[in-house]
């Protein structure tokens, strides 16, 4: 799990960005659908506008039909979505609570390890792939307190969603262990041999995410 800089959330520290209401929804804990406006985070990526994750993962903006907007917490509901340049994006509820994966170790261990957190459900097919965004800084000693590094302000995290273990991180679930994807494959996805023959054993975590679309694509065409 991904060493999260907590200094960011107290600080209050942001990016310059803009936000545009958006047609979406939330999902109630016992599935009920309310239908308003999701006030999207955007940000400028080489002069074009993006919608900026990285700032919608624990909270966001909602207004339901006459009535005024209201924060939505993803400790409080199920999930949320909105459509956003004719695409539909789609967030469901880590909880890390009750997530039987591993946990965060290190700094600011006991608050990360009881958010619940907004995931996008990023691709479809036989094996459904999630992303976490994630809003981070990397902090060093400096004169009088902490210096924060904002120069990569926002990563990513991948997951697929086991019946067993919940959603699991696509990454080693402990340092030095199961260092080769294919490992990580055959314990934790059924995915099929004639597929797994094709990865090559020294393929890295950081080629997950294609690997994975690829098996969507192969068990589309094979069945």
Known sequence: MRFLTLIIFQLGILLTSAASDQVGYYLKENGDTVKGMVDVELKKVSGKKEVNFGEMEMVIAFTEPG????????????G???????????????DMKKNFWKKNQGMGERKINNLRLFIHRAYEGAVV??????????SKPGIGGVII???DPYGVELFIKSAELGF????????G???????????????DEEFLKTVDE????????????AYNLWKKKNG
Not at 129 to 138: E, S
Not at 168 to 175: D, H, L, N
Request: hydrophobic share 40%; proline share 4%; no cysteine.
């Open 168 to 175: 699991v991180e696509v990454a080693p679930p402990t340092p």
């Open 202 to 213: 020294k393929t890295k975590f950081t080629e997950a995410e294609e690997i994975l679309i």
């Open 177 to 191: 262990a199961y260092k080769k994807l294919k490992e990580f494959f055959m314990k934790y996805l059924s995915l």
């Open 129 to 138: 792939l999630y992303k976490d965004y994630f809003k981070r800084g990397m």
């Open 149 to 151: 590094d904002r120069s």
């Open 80 to 94: 949320y979505g909105f459509i956003y340049e004719d695409t539909w994006y789609h967030f469901e509820v880590l």
């Open 67 to 78: 009535a005024k907007t209201k924060r939505i917490r993803a400790e409080d509901v199920a």
